[in-house]
């Protein structure tokens, strides 16, 4: 139950506990009840050792929270959908175990599309670009060094789930986090990030070429009535050609004779030689990469 949800009559959320993933929907019901301060509040969730299917059951959940704040403690629904989905793990395999592999280092693969497209429920990633515009690359930048990123937002929670913490009061606990979300305002309290908020010229250019290609699928689709690829289609594999692209030029450049990164390679991945200077010092120390960066600094007339 997210915090501040009294505020609210419905709402769902996503959280993850310990090894597990889970989904949760809460309703809230006004009562004549002075034992329940007049009002009734609910809420049901599943947990699982993947995140990838949760959302298909948030119908079940909405209906069976209304269920128990009209019936109270009648489980009959719930225990027969318990005994249908429960899973056994392997003996000695805990739930973290039990998750694939991730790799870093991610090629595109058609195979490999259709997994990550539904761990993302619909309009996900698209809404998330949209609402931090240009600052989305700022953000992409601190997921790509691993860095601990914590979103607050007020409830309802369930539109913004995919973004954050309804808890305030962890923005005064700087050992949970690298990095804050508060609305549109991104910020670090580690002073060797702090370069790294700023949107540079090309952070602006891939965002600008972001727009451009969701504009041509957009009258693509009106144009043509092509409706087989969507904006979530786009957005997820602009950043997954954009991620293949970095990793694939430091590991030519890890493989080279003189194994020097230069102003050159930092184009070529998308990046500014001056403004990502502090992004790539830190992506070489966070994957490994022995690599030398040479990014001359610009000239002075």
């Known amino acids: 139950m997210a915090s501040g949800s009294h505020r609210v009559q419905s709402d769902f959320i996503y959280f993850r506990k ?70 056994v793990a392997p003996t000695g395999v805990g739930p973290r175990n039990c998750q694939p592999t991730v790799h870093w280092l991610p090629t595109v693969h058609k195979h490999l599309y259709p997994e990550m497209k539904i761990t993302h429920p619909a309009g996900c990633m698209s809404q998330f670009i949209k609402f931090f515009g240009e600052q989305i ?37 700087q050992n949970l986090y690298d990095v804050y979300v508060d609305n549109q305002n991104v910020k670090t309290h580690r002073e060797y990030l702090q370069p790294l908020l700023r949107v540079n010229s090309a952070d602006k250019e891939k965002y600008r070429r972001l727009n451009d290609q969701r504009q041509l699928l957009m009258y693509t689709q009106e144009v043509d ?35 020097t990164l230069t102003a050159e390679h930092a184009r070529s991945m998308g990046l500014d030689p001056q403004g990502d200077r502090t992004f790539l ?21």
């Open 18 to 87: 310990g090894g597990f993933y889970g989904l949760a929907c809460f309703a809230n019901m006004p009562v004549e009840s002075e034992l329940e301060r007049g009002a009734r509040m609910k809420s049901v969730g599943i947990l699982s050792p993947s995140y990838t299917l949760l959302y298909r059951y948030m119908h079940f959940l909405e209906n069976q929270v209304r269920h128990q704040l009209e019936i109270p403690g009648h489980y009959t629904p719930l225990e027969a959908f318990y005994e249908d989905k429960k899973g």
């Open 137 to 173: 690359f700022v953000l992409w930048k601190f997921a790509l060094l691993r860095k601990r990123i914590l979103i607050f937002s007020p409830p309802p929670v369930g539109v913004v789930c995919y973004r954050g913490t309804t808890e305030k009061i962890f923005e005064q606990k």
């Open 225 to 259: 009535g092509d409706c087989t690829s969507c904006e979530e289609d786009l957005f997820i594999l602009f950043f997954m050609e954009l991620n293949h692209r970095i990793f694939q030029t430091l590991l030519e450049v890890a493989a080279s004779q003189d194994k």
């Open 281 to 301: 010092m830190n992506l070489l120390e966070v994957y490994g990469f022995d690599l030398m960066l040479v990014i001359d600094n610009p000239c002075c007339a």
